[in-house]
């Protein structure tokens, strides 16, 4: 007697995005620790050279800051030093600007492995996360030594510091997912990278205090999640002395953890497509 297989029917339903991207790295936890060492040999091949422009390039946009904006335009700091004040933005700042460069370009530098390859994508822009930390780590040695020069003491609040970092990570890792996954078909969006980090790096108080932007915008410049996550080191970091914005703290945990999800859902939804398109 023949069956009627007309009638038989196969439904496959996708795992749970969430867990089925942590199941996924977890499983594939080695290639990810490869990658991210790979990366910081690279980064530190050269041990002098490395180390040395992870101090010069913070130190470098510390004194034309502090020229510009400390002594020319004679913008206050409070009882801080310019140049420390400067300096304890610099560090989120610049950590923000190489998880993205790094991880927006990561898909399309290792192109050959993600074509050929099957792993979780993901762990390619995130390895991106952890070259930045040692980057981090490297000029908060600078500036512990410039505090510690000009007597500048945190407080207990220096405890609540991974929260702001932690802030800092999902801010950057959420845009970074969005623009690794946009660069896959849109190769030239990268190269306007450059002109959205300079541009923000001036609309964000990284040369100045946010303390100088005046009481009806300080709202809407909030909105820009790095302006907590800067006025959060800050306080930290350099004690009473440092004036933080705490609706703006909130402000950027909230639009923060927002970004962090479209950027890893917008990357989960293109990820099927990316060993075609690159």
């Known amino acids: 007697m023949k069956e009627n297989i007309t ?3 196969i439904t496959i339903r996708p795992d749970t995005p969430a867990g089925s991207i ?3 790295v977890w499983q594939y936890r080695h290639l990810f620790y490869f990658l991210a060492w790979r990366d910081i040999l690279v980064r530190y091949k050269q041990t002098l050279a ?3 422009w992870s101090v010069v390039k ?9 020229i510009v904006f400390g002594k020319l335009a004679d913008l206050p700091s409070g009882k801080v030093p310019y140049g420390v004040m400067v300096l304890a933005a610099l560090l989120p700042w610049q950590f923000f600007t190489n998880v993205l460069s790094s991880s927006g370009n990561s898909l399309v530098s290792n192109a050959s492995l993600v074509s050929k390859v099957y792993f979780p994508r993901v762990i390619i822009p995130v ?3 952890v070259v930045a930390l040692v980057d981090f780590l490297v000029a908060f040695v600078l500036l512990i030594g410039m505090m510690l020069a000009f007597g500048v003491w945190p407080g207990m609040a220096i405890l609540l510091l991974p929260g702001f970092m932690g802030i800092a990570v999902l801010f950057s890792l959420g845009t970074g997912l969005f623009v690794a996954a946009l660069n896959v078909k849109y190769r030239d969006f990268m190269h306007l990278m450059p002109f959205f980090l300079q541009f923000g790096l001036y609309l964000s108080p990284v040369g100045y205090s946010s303390g100088i932007v005046p009481g009806h915008w300080r709202f809407f410049y909030s909105l820009n999640p790095m302006v907590g996550v800067i006025d959060g080191f800050r306080w930290v ?5 440092a004036l933080v914005y705490w609706p703006g703290v909130f402000i950027s945990m909230v639009l923060s953890l927002v970004i962090f999800i479209f950027g890893l859902k917008f990357f989960i939804r293109n990820e099927r497509d990316f ?3 690159i």
């Not at 970091?237 to 002395?241: E, T």
């Open 22 to 24: 942590i199941k996924d």
């Open 127 to 129: 390895t991106s996360v």
């Open 58 to 66: 913070p130190l470098a946009t510390m004194i034309v800051f502090t």
């Open 50 to 52: 490395g180390v040395a």
């Open 237 to 241: 970091l350099l004690g009473q002395d």
């Open 275 to 277: 060993a075609d398109v």
């Open 7 to 9: 009638d038989f029917k």
